[in-house]
């Protein structure tokens, strides 16, 4: 399904949670087309809570390149 994500990587493995959680908020922000308050509602946390998490996952994913 669109909505599902895996918890295996394509070579094998499982991903990390942060690669995890980064989906999930990314496709949160897709499915609710770019609106961050519905995207947080969603997921059960507020707005700003979204935006930190989202801000130190792209941190993290920079760091780790």
Excluded at 28 to 56: E, P, W
């Amino acid at each position: 399904p669109e909505d599902y994500i895996s918890m295996r990587k394509p070579g094998g493995g499982f991903k990390t949670l942060e690669e995890i959680e980064r989906e999930i908020l990314q496709s949160s922000l897709k499915h609710c087309q770019g609106n961050v308050t519905q995207a947080a509602a969603a997921l059960g946390m507020a707005k700003s809570t979204f935006y930190r998490k989202l801000d130190i996952l792209q941190n993290t994913r920079k760091t780790d390149a």
